[in-house]
């Protein structure tokens, strides 16, 4: 129990201080803001949920007690929460079928477990980033003429502090910046906590606590009704106000979610190609370096579920059935 603790207590004060190293205002800092989650994630997927939230709990009063309740209450939401809940569906199971019985003579066997979908925890991490935008955005104002005036003003501040000779053709980037700075936060904030995620994992892996196979990335798909909820937020885009930012917010999540299942297409269908590693490499390098070709992600995840792509190309890489006579 004490070794519990301190490891709960460890990974909460490292969590912390990665959070609270923004106010440095050092570069390094926003590496460190953006990986606050990934002490707690490994606590919660290598000693139980139970761990994050120890841990969580302990970070966030020692925040509020340093720097006020906001930075408690931000860290709380941003933080331990996803931490703690993402870890938990990680090792979340079910039993896959009824356990045949054995002999007196044999051991019990083992259940079958079939582990939470990949593809509904990466509708849980859309979840997050979007509330957690959504939140941000509502400390600026609570309507969104007060919200995109208060991002224009900021950065406008912004560029004025680096380049005091800003002129005013600058207005319309600016602008520009304002309207995409809601849905670029989002992607952000995704990509940020599934590369946590990923991480935790890969050191709970290494280090031989996880308590669960390695899940295969490729069968990654979204539920259905995604696909339906996208269409509505789209929709939703085109109305005005603040109901506008909030559907952006989620179209730039569920896009994202879809970008994710894109590139496990990908990697399914290049399965037969002798050249796959250097294909996927140069994949990942484009979208990494230009960041737009993503589109072309969000367009194979999106065509794989009206399609089912993946489904075609692993049936039609199955064995022929044997004859019957």
Same mark, same amino acid.
């Given at each position: 129990?004490?070794?519990?603790?301190?490891?709960?207590?460890?990974?909460?004060?490292?969590?912390?201080?990665? *959070? &609270? =190293?923004?106010?440095?205002?050092?570069?390094?800092?926003?590496?460190? *803001?953006?990986?606050?989650?990934?002490?707690?994630?490994?606590?919660?997927?290598?000693? #139980?949920?139970?761990?994050?939230?120890?841990?969580?709990?302990?970070?966030?009063?020692?925040?509020?007690?340093?720097?006020?309740?906001?930075?408690?209450?931000?860290?709380?939401?941003?933080?331990?929460?996803?931490?703690?809940?993402?870890?938990?569906? +990680?090792?979340?199971?079910?039993?896959?079928? !009824?356990?045949?019985?054995?002999?007196?003579?044999?051991?019990?066997?083992?259940?079958?477990?079939?582990?939470?979908?990949?593809?509904?925890?990466?509708?849980?991490?859309?979840? *997050?980033?979007?509330?957690?935008?959504?939140?941000?955005?509502?400390?600026?104002?609570?309507?969104?003429?007060?919200?995109?005036?208060?991002?224009?003003? #900021?950065?406008? %501040?912004?560029?004025?502090?680096?380049?005091?000779?800003?002129?005013?053709? &600058?207005?319309?980037?600016?602008?520009?910046?304002? %309207?995409?700075?809601?849905?670029? &936060?989002?992607? +952000?904030?995704?990509?940020?906590?599934?590369?946590?995620?990923?991480?935790?994992?890969?050191? /709970?892996?290494?280090? #031989?606590?996880? %308590?669960?196979?390695?899940?295969?990335?490729?069968?990654?798909?979204? !539920?259905?009704?995604?696909?339906? +909820?996208?269409?509505?937020?789209?929709?939703?885009? *085109?109305?005005?106000?603040?109901?506008?930012?909030?559907?952006?917010?989620?179209?730039?999540?569920?896009?994202?979610?879809?970008?994710? /299942?894109?590139?496990?297409?990908?990697?399914?269908?290049?399965?037969?190609?002798?050249?796959?590693?250097?294909?996927? #490499? =140069?994949?990942?390098? +484009?979208?990494?370096?230009?960041?737009?070709?993503?589109?072309?992600?969000?367009?194979?995840?999106?065509?794989?579920?009206?399609?089912?792509?993946?489904?075609?190309?692993? %049936?039609?890489?199955?064995?022929?059935?044997?004859?019957?006579?």
């Amino acid at each position: 129990m004490m070794a519990f603790g301190l490891i709960a207590l460890i990974a909460g004060a490292a969590s912390a201080l990665m *959070f &609270a =190293s923004i106010v440095s205002g050092a570069l390094i800092s926003l590496v460190l *803001f953006y990986l606050a989650p990934l002490p707690l994630m490994v606590a919660s997927i290598g000693w #139980g949920p139970l761990c994050a939230s120890v841990g969580g709990i302990a970070a966030a009063v020692g925040l509020g007690a340093l720097f006020g309740l906001p930075y408690c209450i931000a860290f709380a939401v941003t933080v331990a929460l996803p931490a703690w809940w993402l870890g938990h569906l +990680v090792l979340l199971s079910r039993q896959a079928g !009824p356990v045949a019985p054995d002999a007196a003579t044999e051991p019990p066997a083992k259940p079958e477990l079939e582990w939470y979908p990949v593809g509904r925890t990466l509708l849980w991490i859309a979840g *997050f980033a979007s509330v957690t935008t959504i939140a941000a955005l509502l400390t600026l104002g609570t309507d969104a003429e007060t919200i995109i005036g208060t991002l224009r003003r #900021g950065m406008m %501040r912004l560029l004025r502090a680096t380049d005091p000779q800003t002129s005013g053709e &600058a207005g319309q980037f600016v602008d520009a910046l304002v %309207r995409i700075a809601p849905a670029a &936060a989002t992607i +952000v904030a995704m990509m940020t906590l599934t590369l946590n995620l990923w991480l935790s994992a890969k050191v /709970t892996a290494t280090s #031989g606590r996880l %308590r669960r196979p390695w899940p295969d990335l490729m069968t990654a798909e979204l !539920p259905p009704m995604t696909l339906v +909820v996208l269409c509505i937020a789209l929709a939703l885009c *085109f109305t005005g106000g603040l109901l506008a930012i909030v559907a952006q917010i989620a179209t730039a999540a569920l896009m994202m979610a879809y970008a994710l /299942t894109g590139f496990a297409v990908l990697h399914t269908l290049t399965l037969a190609l002798k050249s796959r590693t250097l294909w996927l #490499g =140069s994949a990942y390098a +484009v979208v990494v370096v230009f960041g737009w070709p993503v589109i072309a992600m969000v367009i194979l995840g999106l065509a794989d579920a009206v399609f089912g792509f993946r489904e075609r190309f692993l %049936r039609s890489r199955q064995p022929p059935p044997l004859p019957t006579s």
